[in-house]
């Protein structure tokens, strides 16, 4: 190390930045690659846009419906599950939030992100099997309110 003095740390920071762009260069892209029907139109907002301000999309989506009573739209949740949806390749249909290749999770597991979304929400478009999508196998053709008064009634005997 002696033989190098001062420009030890400078040829350390040098090898160190080689491992680094080839450990990036041979992993590919870095950010997830997101499954999208182009099909049906244009996203919302660019993908580099999107990936950053999903989020708050959501809750304010969140709030207009909340306290608004406004449903649907282009920048709905329901519009995200039918264009994003990833369809299994045994069965054809689209997989559920408990499948990583789900398109939420497909960069929330690779950003450590953990989503409660589908505590209350269908993790599959709205004209899929819903007695898969919803949590405690609540679907069924009935109305979302009878589900809901079923579910409550259920939760008292």
Request: net charge positive; charged share 25%; aromatic share 4%.
């Amino acid at each position: 190390m002696r033989a190098f003095g001062r420009a030890a740390p400078a040829i350390l920071a040098a090898c160190a930045g080689l491992v680094l762009a080839t450990s990036v260069a041979q992993a590919g892209d870095i950010v997830p690659k997101i499954p999208i029907d182009r099909t049906k139109g244009d996203c919302v907002l660019p993908g580099d846009q999107m990936r950053r301000e999903h989020m708050n999309i959501l809750m304010h989506r969140r709030d207009d419906t909340m306290f608004k009573g406004i449903r649907g739209g282009k920048a709905s949740l329901s519009a995200c599950l039918t264009c994003h949806m990833v369809k299994d390749e045994k069965t054809g249909k689209p997989v559920t939030v408990a499948s990583p290749k789900h398109f939420c999770r497909v960069c929330h597991d690779f950003a450590a992100v953990k989503v409660d979304c589908w505590s209350c929400h269908k993790s599959v478009p709205e004209e899929t099997d819903t007695q898969a999508a919803l949590p405690g196998g609540m679907g069924s053709k009935q109305s979302k309110f009878a589900q809901l008064l079923e579910y409550v009634q259920g939760g008292r005997k």
